[in-house]
């Protein structure tokens, strides 16, 4: 698990904007091929960030966007590579559920990379339908009650 050097925040900075930028055009577009228009497709402006630091660097970020006032998406999930394998993306995903909890929305939905849909199953989303391709990635709609 990850050390005590390791802070979750919301995203108040244009500073910290800028990281998490960063961050999702290393994974999105420099690992995954995703076409910038794809990964930066206007709604950031009216979702909220999440933002995770090791030891001082920004090394993982998430997005929040309410859809309605029963329903939340989290989004753009995204952990530096040299940065995986600590429970991160878990990490962040945890304190997004506890933000939306917080303001009692009851259903969060995500897309879910095809590869990692049993870490998110662990944390009580259930698969909705079938397999989809998005930005050339295989995904699957999956919903959590909270």
Do not use: C, W
């Amino acid at each position: 698990m990850v050390s005590k050097n390791f802070i979750i925040k919301t995203v108040e900075s244009p500073e910290e904007f800028a990281a998490i930028k960063a961050i999702r055009i290393a994974v999105f577009q420099e690992e995954q091929g995703v076409e910038p228009a794809l990964e930066f497709d206007g709604k950031d402006e009216i979702s909220q960030h999440l933002i995770a630091y090791l030891n001082q660097e920004a090394v993982g970020t998430a997005r929040i966007r309410y859809l309605d006032n029963q329903t939340a998406k989290v989004e753009r999930l995204a952990v530096l590579s040299r940065a995986r394998g600590n429970g991160i993306g878990q990490q962040l995903m945890e304190k997004a559920l506890k933000i939306i909890a917080s303001k009692n929305i009851p259903e969060v939905v995500i897309h879910a990379q095809e590869y990692v849909k049993a870490l998110y199953e662990k944390m009580g989303f259930v698969q909705e339908g079938e397999i989809f391709i998005e930005a050339d990635i295989s995904h699957v709609k999956m919903k959590n009650k909270l």
